[in-house]
């Protein structure tokens, strides 16, 4: 794997929603548990699995509305 030490080296990683292969190989490469594995796949808008160091949890990020007028309409969720 090429990218493998990109994936290694952050202390600090965030992953938002994902599925199919993408969710299959995640899981794998950090042994999911269930539960992260539901909540990256159900997709929602503002939370994430935040992983810093060995200790994982669920974080919801309150982003107000008018940001969501920098990401312009061209599609997305």
């Given amino acids: 794997m090429y990218g493998q030490a990109l ?3 952050p202390c600090i990683k965030i992953m938002m929603g994902t599925d199919g292969k993408n969710l299959q190989e995640t ?3 950090y042994n ?3 539960a992260e594995e539901e909540l990256l796949a159900a997709k929602k808008r503002e939370h ?4 810093v160091g060995s200790k994982r949890m669920h974080v919801h990020f309150e982003i107000p509305e008018y940001k ?3 990401m312009g309409t061209a599609g997305g969720r």
């Fill in 27 to 29: 899981r794998e490469l």
């Fill in 32 to 34: 999911l548990t269930e």
């Fill in 48 to 51: 994430a699995l935040l992983m």
């Fill in 7 to 9: 994936l290694d080296i």
């Fill in 68 to 70: 969501f007028g920098y």
